[in-house]
């Protein structure tokens, strides 16, 4: 299907807002009228301006993912219920929150690495020995083994 200008414009713009508010590129794509992932892929290489429109979009979303992790993990409204016994932990609401928080952290490390993945500590400490310390610690796990 070819698209003028000015739809390709307004298609843009309906999918950076639907992105920017958190849905995802596939299910922006899914709607009526859009264009294939491919196409619009393929619309992005063309246009640097797009692509950066995109990106910026994309890093809205990780801000709501964001929003939404600490928002779920504060919520405790649910934590609770009444019963004929009296007040209850609900326990399955309380690891549902905890699914819903760390599914969110796993896409979002996944998203944004640099921000939001675990960082490691690639630091190198030098804890060479000498050869008289070798010998001696050699000696000291001996002396434990043959207790």
Not at 1 to 25: C, D, R, V, W
Not at 65 to 89: C, H, K, P, S, V
Not at 111 to 119: A, L, W
Request: negative net charge; glycine residues 4%; contains cysteine.
């Amino acid at each position: 299907m070819a698209y003028s200008p000015e739809e390709k414009e307004e298609i843009f713009k309906k999918i950076f807002k639907s992105i920017s508010e958190g849905q995802s590129l596939r299910k922006s794509l899914k709607e009526e009228g859009m264009p294939s992932r491919k196409t619009f892929f393929k619309w992005l290489e063309e246009d640097n301006e797009k692509g950066n429109q995109y990106a910026c979009a994309c890093e809205e979303r990780e801000e709501l993912i964001f929003e939404d992790i600490l928002n779920i993990a504060d919520d405790n409204g649910a934590d609770t219920r009444f019963t004929e016994n009296g007040i209850m932990t609900d326990h399955d609401n309380i690891q549902r929150s905890k699914l819903r928080v760390d599914a969110r952290k796993w896409a979002l490390s996944k998203m944004n690495p640099t921000k939001y993945g675990n960082k490691l500590d690639l630091s190198v400490e030098d804890n060479t020995l000498s050869k008289e310390e070798r010998a001696a610690r050699l000696e000291e796990l001996k002396s434990k083994l043959l207790k």
